[in-house]
């Protein structure tokens, strides 16, 4: 229906250019005159090229587009470069190059620069490249390139949108942390560690066959010049179940911060090979059992990028029948509110929970108000270990545990 909308009102105007064309013929055949004819043949050839512009198809512009920022994290810079081929040289004055997208927050950061006007003449290849600066963490979704030219006049105009549709994943920024273990326990005594590592490469108990699956770093490579033989190092375990990461999606002025601050601390997890289950609560619930390797990292910060602070209802009453929580025994919360429900419902959920630790994430600069400072007091009381963290101490957030 839109379309033949578009098309009726694109006759619409051929009639009308004709018709002033017969009007100005007309008027110079009755009038006479120098002047009479000195304005119908001003005005011949713009409505010829109007009625020859009428007939001449741009759907067969071709487009392609290219993103040339591979991965862009947030508040980085993306670039885009746009080709679009003509397959006529017939001459045309500009044309009005859109992106389309339906990302409402792309648009609303960027709605200026996703439009230009290009000078066009005879040439058939149009390039056009574009730079967003301060990318919003998300998902963003280019939809196609919508063209539009006209005569000289605008009394002709032709609009077609070329689908050409690429995703732009903006992840959240990490923040390389100081890993430094908080509790663990081994078989001969405890020490210290944020997450149970499935072994602790630090303390080799012996040598065994190699198995597919363990880790180059492992390798004892002085049996195998020996023997030319592949041979393993083994590694005393740990007893301590995994750490569980609890990141409360309620809306926040922190929340950007928080999910930072998260992917921080899951990257941590990975490159120190370690293991830690994830639980992102929100109005749709996404549950990562282990993230150990970086395929499960990268499938949780996929999920990071995405997110949005889109949590409903009281946390509390979903943790309560959450069936991943009830057998943890070490829970670390990222949050930007800490209140009293939240404080009783965790360890009303994990029944077996023996440390319970809290992130409370602020802006730089940012003060806690006397009630924040009550919820905090009130989670100590309870044996809960209560941090507040701002953007630049996020790299020392282990250490800050560590010294509790």
């Not at 020859?52 to 392609?64: G, L, M, R, T």
Request: hydrophobic residues 45%.
């Amino acid at each position: 229906m839109r379309r033949l909308n578009s098309t009726l009102v694109l006759v619409g105007r051929l009639l009308f250019v004709i018709f002033l064309l017969i009007s100005s013929f007309t008027f110079a055949m009755f009038q006479g005159g120098f002047v009479s004819w000195f304005i119908f043949y001003t005005f011949l050839p713009f409505a010829l090229y109007s009625i020859v512009f009428f007939f001449i198809p741009i759907s067969k512009i071709k487009a392609e587009r290219f993103i040339q920022t591979t991965q862009v994290s947030r508040g980085g810079k993306l670039i885009v470069r746009v080709n679009l081929k003509r397959l006529s040289r017939f001459p045309m004055l500009y044309l009005v190059v859109k992106e389309i997208s339906q990302s409402a927050q792309l648009k609303r950061h960027a709605e200026s620069k996703l439009k230009t006007v290009k000078m066009i003449g005879l040439r058939q290849m149009i390039k056009w490249t574009y730079e967003i600066d301060h990318m919003p963490r998300g998902e963003h979704t280019l939809d196609g390139i919508q063209i539009e030219v006209s005569d000289f006049f605008g009394w002709i105009k032709k609009t077609h949108l070329i689908p050409l549709k690429q995703s732009v994943i903006v992840y959240p920024n990490v923040t390389e942390m100081v890993y430094m273990p908080i509790e663990t326990r081994y078989d001969q005594g405890s020490a210290v560690s944020p997450f149970n590592l499935v072994k602790d490469t630090t303390m080799a108990t012996g040598v065994r066959d190699y198995q597919p699956g363990d880790r180059v770093s492992w390798i004892h490579w002085k049996s195998f010049a020996r023997t030319q033989t592949l041979r393993t190092k083994e590694f005393e375990d740990r007893q301590s179940q995994d750490l569980f990461i609890l990141v409360d999606r309620k809306a926040s002025t922190n929340f950007e911060e928080q999910i930072e601050l998260t992917a921080s601390i899951l990257q941590a997890v990975v490159r120190n090979h370690a293991s830690a289950a994830f639980l992102s609560v929100g109005a749709t619930r996404i549950y990562f059992p282990a993230i150990q390797n970086e395929d499960q990292l990268q499938r949780a910060m996929f999920h990071l990028a995405k997110v949005e602070a889109d949590l409903n209802q009281p946390i509390e009453e979903i943790l309560t029948k959450d069936s991943a929580v009830s057998n943890v025994t070490s829970v670390l919360l990222i949050t930007g509110d800490l209140t009293a429900g939240l404080i009783e419902a965790i360890p009303r959920a994990a029944k077996n929970l023996k440390k319970c630790t809290v992130f409370v994430v602020l802006k730089k600069g940012e003060k806690l108000s006397k009630q924040a400072l009550q919820m905090h007091n009130l989670a100590r009381s309870r044996r809960m270990i209560v941090h507040v963290l701002s953007q630049d101490h996020f790299a020392n957030a282990f250490m800050e545990v560590g010294r509790s």
